[in-house]
């Protein structure tokens, strides 16, 4: 699967005039329900029809499925193809496997998207952000495969093999070049874990000459990668890590750019796409309209394009970021008072302003 526009990942997708799109909508728990509701209302203010599937996964689940994530969730992405999700919650340290850790396993969504990209109107350090996160998504310490080694040690695998490593450098390459990237850097730890991470790096190499004098590759040590971030981000284009340090550095760049409230992100694999925000299911801001329904709505946006509706999905990401850049009706973590609905709502008015 080959993006074709900046932001987009599916290749050869094509506006059909007045199609429907079946959609799989997860809302998740937590702020999940309220941000897929102010984000329902952004899209039904584009000229874009969505037929949502509407299908429940988590810990509310359980009880009635005996897992946080019954077939029927999975079946109906893989009809649909494509997912909008919000984030679901996952009590540390006992209970069932990660709901969203499956799901990608399930669904074979091997790339994990996460553009970070500095808006007007938010009060960060740097204004010149534009980074593209690619992280693996289907191994490396995400396999679960731990044990405890006596009463008082535990052991966790980590599996990095060269097919996924290379398929996900391949995929950074490829996004590269479709959307005018100039550079693609590894991260890795491959002086300390030589065989894992230094199979990372030597099938991102592989995978770079094949690049060679189209887009520029690098590679940096994660921990020097973190503190280059966050002294020079503008060095950096598309970044592709292994499945842990992606997780991480993801946050890190969703910090440079205003914060985990307007962090998108999209699960790519062959037979389908999620698209979910970086952030979790803040369970302590659950059902108070506070949380910023950004992240789910560039998603959205993302997705759009993803459908082959690279122009709806450009209307959305505009009608954002001048409500951002406006500054009057903003969520909290923005510095604002407005409330997730009324959040959503300006965005949609913007939509149909725009329209008009
Ligand atoms: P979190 O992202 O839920 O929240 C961390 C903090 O970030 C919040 O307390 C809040 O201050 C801020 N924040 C997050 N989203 C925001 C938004 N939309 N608007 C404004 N502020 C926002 O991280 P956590 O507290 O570590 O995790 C909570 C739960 O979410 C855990 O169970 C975790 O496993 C789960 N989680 C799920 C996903 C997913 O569904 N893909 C991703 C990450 C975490």
Redesign the pocket.
């Known amino acids: 699967m080959v993006p074709r526009h900046r932001g987009a990942h599916r290749p050869g997708a094509t506006r059909m005039a007045s199609m429907t799109h079946r959609i799989t909508l997860i809302p ?1 728990d ?3 329900p309220e ?1 897929a509701e102010a984000t329902r209302r952004v899209l039904a203010a584009t000229d874009v029809r969505i037929e949502w599937e509407v299908v429940e996964a988590g810990e509310s689940v359980i009880e009635r499925y005996g897992t946080p994530l019954p077939e029927h969730v999975l079946e109906s992405i893989r009809r649909n193809r494509v997912a909008l ?8 340290g006992h209970g069932f496997r ?3 850790v499956t799901l990608r396993q399930a669904l074979g969504l091997y790339a994990n998207v996460r553009p970070a990209r500095s808006m007007k109107g938010l009060d960060t350090r740097y204004e010149n952000v534009d980074l593209v996160i690619v992280r693996e998504n289907t191994e490396d310490l995400y396999g679960g495969i731990e044990h405890m080694v006596g009463p008082d040690a535990a052991e966790s695998i980590k599996i990095i093999t060269r097919a996924a490593s290379e398929r996900i450098a391949r995929y950074a390459f490829e996004y590269a070049v479709a959307n005018g990237r100039r550079k693609v850097t590894a991260v890795h730890k491959a002086n300390i874990m030589k065989l894992s991470d230094g199979l990372f790096l030597e099938s991102c190499r592989t995978i770079a000459a094949a690049y060679e004098g189209r887009v520029e590759f690098e590679d940096r040590i994660v921990d020097n990668m973190c503190m280059q971030l966050v002294q020079k981000p503008e060095l950096y284009d598309v970044l592709v890590l292994p499945n842990l340090y992606g997780d991480i550095v993801s946050d890190l760049a969703a910090g440079l750019v205003g ?3 307007v962090a998108p992100g999209a699960n790519i694999g062959t037979e389908a796409a999620v698209f ?10 659950a059902g108070l309209d ?7 709505i560039l998603s959205a946006a993302l997705m759009l394009r993803h459908l082959g509706e690279p122009a709806a999905a450009t209307r959305v990401e505009a009608a954002v970021r001048a409500v951002i850049a406006e500054g009057r009706t903003v ?3 923005l510095g604002g008072t407005s409330g997730t609905q009324a959040f959503g709502e300006a965005v949609a008015d913007r939509l149909s302003l725009a329209a008009v």
Do not use: F, Q
């Open positions: 998740g937590g702020i999940g941000l999700k919000g984030p679901i919650t996952t009590p540390v990660s709901a969203n914060g985990l409230g979910e925000p970086v952030h979790g299911s803040a369970p302590r801001y506070r949380s910023n329904p950004t992240a789910l969520t909290y973590d």
